[in-house]
């Protein structure tokens, strides 16, 4: 799925920012690695200054941690080890003089391929063509101080072009938001997921005749079970590292990725649906459209890392609720806006189905 630069301004509801790390190796290129260090950090204070979270978290890494100079004999030394410290969103390569060395260097090429076949973006300054091309799983930047307009460009990417020209500004950067080349944005019409306007109640009476599964008669702790074991296979799905993980198999369907992203929505919301239930009185549920979610939220450009955790918060928050929850709580009424009536437990049922039905879509069980 190649995410596109939007121009629409993107909610930013991920509990997590953005991780981008920068990779030092021996010879590399300063302005190569400062230049983007600079503006995602100018970004984050920007960002912050307008009352918004900071959307990057940004880290150097080297091999084994270990200090490394640039051209020019210029030490720096990383924050964190690149062959364990991973879990990134956005791995920056800057560029070197010499590239003699850094291509010897098996485990370092190994490692960067590695990385990028996990699902992780890798930007690097590179090749003399546009200011930056983006083909959605690399980003290549033209040169020297290209990589400034490259890492707008992703600031822009994963937040949104207002901040991202508000950046270049402040570093007083002549930035043409025009000046790169990205890959054709993959067709986002969304699937027809389990849209909650459509009526799935009935999994509450009898088994789905498609993933199997028969949530109708299970009580809360085989519900805390099963919510325990599917939220630990989706964690499995996404450490597989498949290339495929961003693939739609079809243009209206989605990824396993995307499918990743709605189950940590579906979290997100049994957990303050049934919060609602626990503190008042019959309350009636908000409508939730996951298309529309898909969009707002832009599951087309999220990572294999950013989708675990997501998915590991909310489902740790849910598990946490179960396991607090009396007899009394499995009995109180809400409603939904359709008038289709839920107790705490049903809406536990209900809520628990759909994570697990995905697993079937995606092929997991
Ligand atoms: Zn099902």
């Known amino acids: 799925m190649h995410p596109s630069p939007s121009h629409e301004p993107t909610v930013a509801t991920s509990e997590v920012a953005t991780r981008v790390g920068l990779l030092l190796f021996?010879?590399?290129d300063l302005l190569d690695l400062g230049g983007p260090y600079e503006v995602f950090l100018t970004a984050n204070r920007l960002a912050v200054r307008a009352g918004r979270r900071a959307p990057f978290a940004v880290s150097t890494h080297s091999l084994d941690r270990q200090p490394r100079s640039a051209y020019g004999g210029l030490v720096v030394t990383p924050g964190a080890d690149?062959?364990?410290?991973h879990d990134l969103d956005v791995l920056v390569v800057p560029g070197a003089v010499d590239l003699t060395a850094p291509l010897g260097d098996r485990r370092l090429i190994d490692l960067i391929r590695q990385?990028?076949?996990?699902?992780?973006?890798?930007?690097?300054?590179?090749?003399p063509d546009a200011d930056w091309v983006d083909t959605g799983p690399v980003v290549t930047a033209g040169g020297l101080s290209k990589g400034l307009a490259m890492a707008l460009h992703l600031v822009e990417r994963w937040t949104d072009r207002d901040l991202a020209e508000r950046t270049a500004e402040q570093l007083a950067y002549p930035w043409d938001s025009?000046?790169?080349t990205v890959a054709a944005a993959a067709p986002t019409a969304p699937p027809e997921v389990q849209a909650d306007t459509k009526d799935w109640t009935w999994v509450l009476d009898r088994a789905c005749g498609e993933c199997g599964g028969d949530?109708?008669?299970l009580d809360l702790a085989e519900l805390s079970e099963l919510h325990r074991s599917t939220l630990a296979s989706w964690l499995g799905v996404l450490d597989a590292s498949s290339p495929d993980l961003a693939v739609r198999p079809a243009p209206d369907v989605w990824s396993t990725l995307e499918y990743s992203a709605h189950v940590s929505a579906v979290y997100r919301h049994a957990f303050e649906r049934l919060t609602l239930i626990c503190e008042l009185d019959e309350p009636v549920f908000a409508d939730v459209d996951p298309n529309v979610e898909a969009s707002a939220e832009r599951y087309d450009r999220w990572t294999p890392a950013l989708a675990t955790r997501e998915l590991s918060a909310a489902g740790a928050r849910l598990a946490e609720l179960l396991s607090v929850l009396g007899p009394a709580d499995l009995e109180r009424?809400?409603?939904r806006s359709?008038?289709?009536?839920?107790?705490?437990l049903t809406l536990i049922r209900y809520s628990l189905h759909d994570p697990f039905h995905h697993l079937w879509d995606v092929g997991a069980i």
Request: charged share 10%; proline share 3%.
């Open 215 to 217: 949530v109708s008669g």
């Open 338 to 344: 359709n008038g289709s009536h839920f107790t705490g």
């Open 333 to 335: 009424p809400g409603l």
């Open 178 to 180: 025009n000046g790169g």
């Open 115 to 127: 990385t990028g076949s996990n699902g992780c973006v890798v930007a690097s300054v590179c090749t």
């Open 82 to 85: 690149v062959t364990t410290d």
């Open 26 to 28: 021996d010879d590399f």
